[in-house]
């Protein structure tokens, strides 16, 4: 008796490709292509993330230190000898009471005038300190300003600014622009390119003149101690020509503070600007130093010039200076170099001149 046969499900046809098909020949090969493993020490790897955050490190551990405040003692030190001036001359002014009420006059009236002009230099000094800190506080107002969708502020914050600076066709092009429909940020945006723009083209002028007067003063003079301390004396009138044109009256002690702030900008600067200023000057002295010793030290010293000038138009600008409209050296260094080729082609000529006049001469 046939046993029944069992309905087995009869899978349905598949169509293969090509690309389906596994060689064996390939797998052989694949496995022998192969590379045994390899092992890795630490230093093999290199995190790309320090390497992104280098400059940033960079900048941030060449940044100055807060200025350290004065300790207990110092501040008593400083009380006692103001008391004990006063009571030197409280003792003496009775003592010339006691001998003449004529010389107790003449002391205390020499001592009211003396007291009266050191109390009006101190005020003003104090005011100009004042003004010059203002400053600061304006940019940071400002940057903060340029971010804000809201109206009325700007006006009133760059209302006494605008006060200071001259009457002319900028500032009356400024207040033509502005309407009421603008908010802060494109009120103090309209403020940095109709006012300010022109403040920043007088102010490069002046730090451009002043670069290539002393680059030319150190080229043409042989004595170079004479003429460096020419060249400060020349900074420092540079440095108040920039402050005026931005509206900012130095004093003794504020100009003395500002240069100080120069001083640690310029040394404490960011590394890419360290870096590309450098580069700009190295390169520049370089190659006036392969035509003559003296035209590289005018060069440098005219470079030194205007990147001092450049750190004072950033320090008393209202509005600070964003990587847009910066001034760099690399925009000067041709316009020295342009001064000195025609400063040494005259001296040329003029030497050959005399050298022909000595020629004829002797004949």
Excluded at 62 to 88: C, D, E
Excluded at 202 to 208: D, H
Excluded at 349 to 354: A, D, F, I
Aim: with cysteine.
């Amino acid at each position: 008796m046939n046993e029944p046969t069992r309905n087995s499900p009869i899978k349905k046809s598949q169509i293969f490709t090509e690309s389906d098909l596994i060689v064996t020949d390939e797998i052989q090969s694949a496995e022998e292509a192969i590379k045994p493993t390899k092992s890795f020490e630490e230093v093999d790897f290199i995190c790309e993330q320090s390497l992104t955050e280098l400059p940033a490190a960079m900048e941030d551990s060449i940044k100055p230190a807060k200025a350290k405040r004065w300790s207990l003692l110092a501040i008593l030190s400083v009380i006692g000898l103001v008391l004990l001036v006063i009571v030197q001359t409280v003792m003496g002014l009775l003592d010339s009471f006691q001998q003449s009420p004529w010389l107790f006059g003449f002391y205390a009236s020499v001592l009211s005038i003396v007291s009266l002009w050191a109390t009006v230099i101190t005020i003003k000094e104090w005011r100009k300190l004042v003004n010059l800190k203002q400053v600061s506080d304006h940019q940071s107002t400002a940057e903060r300003l340029s971010q804000s969708m809201q109206m009325g502020e700007a006006k009133t914050f760059l209302a006494p600014i605008l006060a200071k600076y001259p009457n002319n066709q900028a500032k009356q092009q400024y207040l033509q622009a502005c309407s009421h429909e603008h908010n802060d940020a494109e009120i103090v945006l309209l403020f940095e390119d109709i006012v300010l723009s022109e403040r920043d083209l007088l102010a490069k002028k002046r730090v451009n003149r002043f670069a290539a007067e002393s680059a030319l003063l150190l080229a043409a003079s042989p004595l170079a101690a004479l003429d460096m301390a020419i060249i400060l004396w020349r900074n420092q009138k540079m440095i108040n020509e920039v402050a005026a044109i931005y509206a900012v009256e130095l004093g003794y002690w504020s100009r003395i503070k500002l240069i100080r702030s120069i001083v640690t900008n310029i040394i404490y600067a960011g590394s890419t600007e360290v870096i590309t200023d450098l580069g700009t000057q190295l390169l520049s002295v370089e190659m006036t130093g392969k035509v003559s010793a003296r035209i590289a030290q005018g060069l440098g010293g005219g470079l030194l010039t205007a990147r001092l000038g450049y750190q004072a138009m950033s320090l008393c600008r209202p509005i600070a200076f964003n990587k847009h409209n910066k001034p760099k050296l690399s925009h000067v260094h041709q316009h020295l170099l342009g001064e000195l080729k025609q400063f040494t082609s005259s001296m040329m000529s003029k030497n050959k001149q005399k050298q022909t006049q000595s020629a004829d001469n002797s004949e």
